[in-house]
T-cell receptor, first 114, second 111 residues
């Protein structure tokens, strides 16, 4: 199994530009999570999906952030327009069921907004 | 609200034993997880407790007391490669799979 695959691994952009982060969960996993990690705030849950449907987006910072999951094997997190305070590592994670099974994280996308 | 507290940093000596504590206050409880995260890498699963008591897995053990809102991760026979951040995470009520993470404890193992 290839694990959770994220792209890009690193992105440097200028303030005001649109950023799209991508995630391919582990095949068969029906939960997908987007987390953001910074030194100040640690690992924060942004949004999660169950069977491609957004269940809880209460962690999404503001309207500049949006996430989609058009099918079971692909999700995107978009920031438009980006701001320097969005600089962080964004992790995607998936899990098989909501029971005792833990989350498996992707390698993360490190975003720097200048 | 939800609150998960861990010490920010700890230092220990190679070959020793270290205990990393975690206290939590959450709306409902449906399991506590420990993750290890090396610098620049993704968190990886270490252990899971849902009932009170100790879960042992090789050099690592995790303890839970639900009545006290308390857990600890015990690392024995420390190795240099154990230098990493250790994240405590709690799943609230319901069967949603959603995990709330603490800030993490950065452990430095010295020779």
């Amino acid at each position: 199994d290839a694990g959770v695959i994220q792209s890009p691994r690193h992105e440097v952009t200028e303030m005001g530009q649109e950023v799209t982060l991508r995630c391919k969960p582990i095949s068969g996993h029906d939960y997908l999570f987007w987390y953001r990690q910074t030194m100040m705030r640690g690992l924060e849950l942004l949004i999660y999906f169950n069977n491609n449907v957004p269940i809880d987006d209460s962690g999404m910072p503001e309207d500049r952030f949006s996430a989609k999951m058009p099918n079971a094997s692909f999700s995107t997190l978009k920031i438009q327009p980006s701001e320097p305070r969005d600089s962080a590592v964004y992790f995607c994670a998936s899990s098989l069921i909501a029971g005792d099974i833990w989350l498996t994280f992707g390698a993360g996308s490190r975003l720097t907004v200048l | 609200g939800q609150n998960i507290d861990q010490p920010t940093e700890m230092t220990a000596t190679e070959g020793a034993i270290v205990q990393i504590n975690c206290t939590y206050q959450t709306s409902g409880f449906n399991g506590l997880f420990w993750y290890q995260q090396h610098a620049g890498e993704a968190p990886t699963f270490l252990s899971y407790n849902v009932l009170d008591g100790l879960e042992e897995k090789g050099r690592f053990s995790s303890f839970l007391s639900r009545s006290k809102g308390y857990s600890y991760l015990l690392l024995k026979e420390l190795q240099m490669k154990d230098s990493a951040s250790y994240l405590c995470a709690v799943r609230g009520s319901g069967n949603t799979g959603k995990l709330i993470f603490g800030q993490g404890t950065t452990l430095q193992v010295k020779p």
